[in-house]
């Protein structure tokens, strides 16, 4: 068995629902799959002292688990003052409606189509519901509407698909652009250096307990991909398909619909960088868009 602190970011164990930190409560969707691992984090996160909670990504349409959550909240005496979303991907976000419609509470998310009630989210805004310090933080690059958020009183931030608790996420290309995603990642690698981060609660998988080792070992895979899917272009593989099979050939092969997502990022950012020409095809959906 490997030892939880040797692995990237150093995973909290196998037990993902419950309290997280002192301000935090996850519950887990009943969603796993290749995709979204043991399933879906909604975050409960309030003060101690508070009445008011904040939930973050109340998972899929599924009235058995944003019930859940709801219970959750209230056998700590508090009851559900605001839902927000870390993107809209519907694992995370195709509840929130009928979770809104459940607690009575707005929904605040990035994307103006998911937003219930007339605030959004945008970088800098400071969440204070129930005398909460949820500071947004734009993550964009596996969706162009990615937030994260800091919680600063726990020295956390909770990322969504940004960094997961296990594995590396991907890059949903043509929304999610690579270039964004490795700004997003030094942007939250600042958090852990300036701001003394050291918590990752991400949107699937364990706690990480090193958010800047985690942080690291993404931008370090993101470079070592990059590398492999320079050398196959240049090997003379030609379309998205022919470098997934290349250079995943050693992932699970249901994985690679969403690796080929990544790959078409990773071509459009190597083109537009001047790193590779441009494929046969043109600007047809097997090249490279710059």
Known sequence: MTDAAALPGQ???TVLSGPATARTVNVLAPNPSA?????????????????LAVVIDPGPLDDVHLRAVIDAVERTGRRVGLTLLTHGHP??????????????????????ALRLGDEGLAGGDVITTGGLELRVVPTPGHTADSLSFHLPADRAVLTGDTILGRGTTMVAHPDGRLGDYLDSLR???SLTVDDGVHTVLPGHGPVLEDAQGAVEFYLAHRAHRLA?????????HRTPSEVVAAVYADVDRSLWPAAELSVRAQLEYLAGHGLIQGLPGGSGPDAPRA
């Open 187 to 189: 942007r939250l690698r």
């Open 35 to 51: 995709m979204t691992l043991d399933g879906t984090n909604t975050w409960i996160v309030a003060e101690p002292d508070s009445a």
């Open 228 to 236: 492999q899917v320079e050398t196959a272009v240049e090997a003379g």
């Open 11 to 13: 995973p909290r164990g």
């Open 91 to 112: 694992d995370h976000a195709e509840g929130a409606g009928r979770f809104a419609e459940l607690t009575g509470t707005k929904v605040r998310a990035l994307d103006a």
